[in-house]
T-cell receptor, first 110, second 113 residues
Framework: TQLLEQSPQFLSIQEGENLTVYCNSS?????LQWYRQEPGEGPVLLVTVVTGGEVKKLKRLTFQFGDARKDSSLHITAAQPGDTGLYLCAGGWGNTPLVFGKGTRLSVIA | DSGVTQTPKHLITATGQRVTLRCSPR?????VYWYQQSLDQGLQFLIQYYNGEERAKGNILERFSAQQFPDLHSELNLSSLELGDSALYFC????????????FGPGTRLTVT
């Protein structure tokens, strides 16, 4: 059973466009993390959100945790080719291991 | 560079064989995690160790085993390999278990032929 559903699976956009990717679950999480993974490398943590309704910004990336702590979104403004990669969300409860979604594979074309 | 090292980077072997993947965590990190990543299943948690002791188990097959040594490096042993075991295997480390930030290594790409 996939506890975290990410959508869309694939996204190809032109440089300068905005985009939003989603991470949804029927479960409540203590916290939710977003990672970016580039080809040939391991995932790298972008942000952790812990409070329902929380919004965090990282340059052109805006992360939001749903009020019920079951879902999250990642919005990228004015996408650049360097944003290309696999975006993974991961949910956690206390000391239990993280559960990862299958990811959104983003391609930004110059 | 996350500070987590994994060897080898690539491994090609035949069905039925046994391989060992090695991971050295970041300096100071006591917890080590192993993940398997395939195109259809995404990133799947296999097993976690903390300071030499098994802490949590995920979707790890009985043919797979792992351990963490006193110097905190970890090894993942995969035996009786099948074609379906072909995947990327990642090691991650963190200072403590739970929701602490995990740092991922570059992975080992295993191809079973």
């Amino acid at each position: 059973t996939q506890l975290l559903e990410q959508s869309p699976q694939f996204l190809s956009i032109q440089e300068g466009e905005n985009l939003t990717v989603y991470c949804n679950s029927s479960s409540v999480f203590s916290s939710l993390q977003w990672y970016r993974q580039e080809p040939g490398e391991g995932p790298v943590l972008l942000v952790t959100v812990v409070t329902g309704g929380e919004v965090k910004k990282l340059k052109r990336l805006t992360f939001q945790f749903g009020d019920a702590r079951k879902d999250s979104s990642l919005h990228i403004t004015a996408a650049q080719p360097g944003d290309t990669g696999l975006y993974l969300c991961a949910g956690g409860w206390g000391n239990t291991p993280l559960v990862f979604g299958k990811g959104t594979r983003l391609s930004v074309i110059a | 560079d996350s500070g987590v090292t994994q060897t080898p980077k690539h491994l090609i072997t035949a069905t039925g064989q046994r391989v060992t993947l090695r991971c050295s965590p970041r300096s100071g990190d006591l917890s080590v995690y192993w993940y398997q990543q395939s195109l259809d299943q995404g990133l799947q948690f296999l097993i976690q160790y903390y300071n030499g002791e098994e802490r949590a188990k995920g979707n790890i097959l009985e043919r797979f085993s792992a351990q963490q040594f006193p110097d905190l490096h970890s090894e993942l042993n995969l035996s009786s390999l099948e074609l379906g075991d072909s995947a990327l295997y990642f090691c991650a480390s963190s200072v403590e278990p739970g929701l602490a930030r995990q740092y991922f290594g570059p992975g080992t790409r295993l191809t079973v032929t």
